[in-house]
């Protein structure tokens, strides 16, 4: 838990400017994520829009980072990169 609650503010800011830069606004990391759901329900947004791709690599990896970071795959994916 003491791991969680020092990793995840970082995580969440990460995740929050990452998410301004690709939607173009700004808001709490809750806003941003249901505008991204919003444009993806929409069609406006998909996996051939410009960063988007990365964006959900990295938070799937800073999530398993505070939550699983003993989980076999992730720590193979640590050792490719």
Known sequence: MARQLALEPDSDAAEAGR??????????LGELNRALADRIAKGEVDLRTQ???DHLWQTTMAKL????PN?????????GK
Not at 65 to 68: L, N, R, S, Y
């Open 19 to 28: 998410l301004s830069r690709l939607l173009g606004m700004q808001g709490s």
């Open 65 to 68: 980072a505070v939550d699983q």
């Open 51 to 53: 960063d988007l791709a």
């Open 71 to 79: 989980y076999a795959s992730y720590k193979r994916e640590l050792g």
